[in-house]
Structures are given as structure tokens and as C-alpha cells.
């Protein structure tokens, strides 16, 4: 399958602070890149989908404007937590997609601590 | 719309035992079908998919999940446990290329224990 690489792998950040989490495809161009959220214990929520050189679609719940999403070329997208709380704190996964591909290919995860 | 049911949080067997982790799903459109595994702070492997075509489906690893359009189902079953299959199981849901694309829906995951 296609790689997709997210990084960092962790990141511990103090309250009150942005992150930024970057998640790459390797070898394919990712028209679309998806945004989930895994909290302990429990499934992958999708927080928004992101389209090459559109604006990000936030699922119902999740505040846009805390979770910033760039998808500015068909290899990167990244996901700003900003003004991170703990309750941030989660497990960030992304993936991949092309709309010619029946799958979309996942990142390694981020683990976000806030302090 | 699209949802998955995961019965059973976790499940206990035995090395050696048949694994069976069972999914359910519904959608309003052909669906496609996806079971993934994940170990601890990793993110998601793929085991094997549906997409069309032959409704029993062999993934990596000794893994093989069978499409029940009539059950609404795609259960994950391998023969033999070993050791290095505990983990987390997740079956997932999408409505395809001419569905909403590759947008899935996961169930609640199953949390595979295998004992000696």
C-alpha cells in the first residue's frame, strides 16, 4: 500500500500553546486527506476532510477555528490544535486518499499531551 | 448514511483457537468494507478489504472476513490465534468511489486477547 507519514509521532505542549501535526503521502498525490481524533480505549472519530486547495469540512462538533486544517498540495496536510487545553490531549490519526483508490492509507498517529 | 456495530468489546482466546471478531454494518449505498488492526500508540494497518466482486476476501497475516449482504455482515475469523495477533480490531465502512469516496466510518473496536 501507499505511505502516509505523520509527524511527530509525540508531542507534549504546554496549555495555552499551538501544535502543528503534519501528515505526508510518500508516494501518491492525496486529493483528499482525512482528519481523525482517537480518544483512550475508544474508536477514530472523524474530525474533518480536507481537499487539495479547498477548505477543510469539520464534522458537526468539532470547532474549526481550534482545529486548523491546511491541505494546500496534493502531499501534505497539517492540523493546527490551537491554543491546545488538556482535554486536547488525544491520540491524532490521519489518512490519505485519491479518488481513483478504493482505500485510504493511515498515518502512524499522534500522541498529544497537553500540560 | 453508514454505521458499524462491533459486537463484543473485547474477546478472549486461546493460542492456537479460531478468532472470530464479528461486524455488522449498515449503509445506503454498496458498501465498501474494511477491517484494521492497531497496536498500542500505532496507527491502523489494513487487514483486508471488500470492495466488489468475490465476497470472501483474504487478508495478510491469515486473516479472511466474508461479505454477507443478506446478514449485513463482514466477520473477521482466522483459524489459529498466535500470540502476535492480540491487539485492537477495527471493522470499518465506506460508501465507495461513487459513495462519498474513502471517508470511513469505524466501529467501536474489538480488543483481541490471546491467551497461552
Known amino acids: 500500500g501507499a505511505v502516509v507519514s505523520q509527524h511527530p509521532s509525540r508531542v507534549i505542549c504546554k496549555s495555552g500553546t499551538s501544535v502543528k501535526i503534519e501528515c505526508r503521502s510518500l508516494d501518491f498525490q492525496a486529493t483528499t486527506m482525512f482528519w481523525y481524533r482517537q480518544f483512550p480505549k475508544q474508536s477514530l472519530m472523524l474530525m474533518a476532510t480536507?481537499?487539495?486547495?479547498?477548505?477543510?469540512?469539520?464534522e458537526q462538533g468539532v470547532e474549526k477555528d481550534k482545529f486548523l486544517i491546511n491541505h494546500a498540495s496534493l502531499t501534505l496536510s497539517t492540523l493546527t490544535v490551537t491554543s491546545a487545553h488538556p482535554e486536547d490531549s488525544s491520540f491524532y490519526i490521519c489518512?490519505?486518499?485519491?479518488?481513483?483508490?478504493?482505500?485510504?492509507?493511515f498515518g502512524q498517529g499522534t500522541r498529544l499531551t497537553v500540560v | 448514511a453508514q454505521s458499524v456495530t462491533q459486537l463484543g468489546s473485547h474477546v478472549s482466546v486461546s493460542e492456537g483457537a479460531l478468532v472470530l471478531l464479528r461486524c455488522n454494518y449498515s449503509?445506503?449505498?454498496?458498501?465498501?468494507l474494511f477491517w484494521y488492526v492497531q497496536y498500542p500508540n500505532q496507527g491502523l494497518q489494513l487487514l483486508l478489504k471488500?470492495?466488489?466482486?468475490?465476497?470472501l476476501v483474504k487478508g495478510i497475516n491469515g486473516f479472511e472476513a466474508e461479505f454477507k449482504k443478506s446478514e449485513t455482515s463482514f466477520h473477521l475469523t482466522k483459524p489459529s490465534a498466535h500470540m502476535s495477533d492480540a491487539a485492537e480490531y477495527f471493522c470499518?465502512?465506506?460508501?465507495?468511489?461513487?459513495?462519498?469516496?474513502?471517508?470511513?466510518?469505524f466501529g467501536t473496536g474489538t480488543q483481541l486477547k490471546v491467551e497461552l
Open positions: 471488500y470492495t466488489t466482486g468475490a465476497t
Open positions: 449503509s445506503s449505498v454498496p458498501p465498501y
Open positions: 480536507s481537499n487539495e486547495g479547498s477548505k477543510a469540512t469539520y
Open positions: 470499518a465502512v465506506s460508501g465507495g468511489l461513487t459513495g462519498g469516496g474513502n471517508k470511513l466510518t
Open positions: 489518512s490519505a486518499t485519491d479518488y481513483r483508490v478504493t482505500e485510504a492509507f
